[in-house]
């Protein structure tokens, strides 16, 4: 992660869409004359990124790769490494991930990439958000991509088994067993698993997983002196190793670190952009 100036705002989207996308969100991000790096660390949702201004890069095996607008970013497991310089305005759609693909018509196995460009109807609202964001018209440009949201959820309709446990899975936090979800949902372990699989890419437990790692995240970045062995009870973590095991395998680090560099920050008084619900 990395410090720099930032001008984050999220809009809540129409009740029609909330059981598909959490939020549109816009980003205005100076990173200075210097190319610089910035991490996203994984959470429970796939993001939509349009961006306009300088070039955005991704590392890719050690190679920093220009990024097509608008790209995907789906269910991470891993952080993601982009680079940039100067000014970068980004508009973003933060989509539950049993959703996206239908609501899209994509196949879920895109999910599986991580970060990509992607060939879709959607890249036709570029140019009409560039002249609207470079015209500072930023709430019009969100008023576009929800316009164009709303078209396409009339369409796919809702799949209601995928809405009720992914409700369900969001409450909790990603705490709840998959028994649990296919319980609340009224379905069949089974039939859950094979609907989600489908919609999402993943299983309930690779989503749950990366939605408890998140709620973790958060916990420890704004209250850095959190006991760990007592969140890991708290979030459901079998004990505090468990909880640190899976802590390193999203981020790259453990929880201990993780909190000592958030007080850091803290003390410096550095604003620090992460994805974050």
């Known amino acids: 992660m990395l410090s720099f100036q930032t001008n984050h705002q999220e809009f809540i989207p129409a009740e029609e869409l909330q059981k598909s996308v959490k939020c549109f969100w816009y980003d205005k991000i100076d990173y200075g004359r210097v190319p610089s790096n910035f991490e996203v660390i994984p959470d429970g949702y796939a993001e939509i990124i349009f961006y306009f201004g300088n070039e955005l ?12 607008s608008p790209f995907m970013i789906g269910l991470l497991h891993q952080p993601a490494v982009f680079n940039s310089v100067n000014s970068l305005e980004i508009i973003g759609i933060r989509c539950y991930p049993w ?16 970060v990509q460009a ?12 560039n002249d609207l964001i470079a015209s500072h018209k930023i709430e019009e440009a969100i008023a576009k991509v929800e316009d164009y949201f709303l078209t396409v959820e009339v369409k796919s309709g809702t799949n209601t088994l995928l809405s009720k446990a992914g409700a369900a899975m969001t409450v909790a936090g990603g705490s709840m067993s998959v028994g649990e ?11 859950l698993e094979r609907n989600f699989k489908q919609s999402a890419g993943y299983t309930v437990k690779n989503v749950s997983a990366v939605m ?24 459901g973590y079998t004990d505090q190793s468990h909880l640190s095991r899976e802590f390193k395998r999203y981020s790259g680090t453990t929880p201990g670190a993780f909190a000592r560099k958030a007080k850091q920050q803290m003390v410096n008084y550095d604003f620090v952009a992460f994805i974050q619900s």
Do not use: C
Request: proline share 4%; aromatic share 6%.
């Open 99 to 114: 959703m996206v693909f239908d609501l899209l018509e994509l196949s879920s196995q895109k999910g599986k990439v991580g």
């Open 181 to 191: 979800v296919a319980a609340v949902s009224h379905v069949t372990i089974r039939t």
């Open 212 to 235: 408890r790692f998140e709620q973790a995240r958060n916990r420890l970045w704004f209250e850095p002196n959190l006991s760990i062995a007592s969140l890991a009870q708290e979030l």
């Open 57 to 68: 890069r991704i590392s890719s095996n050690g190679v920093m790769k220009p990024l097509t």
């Open 118 to 129: 992607f060939e879709h109807p959607i890249a036709k609202l570029q140019s009409v958000l």
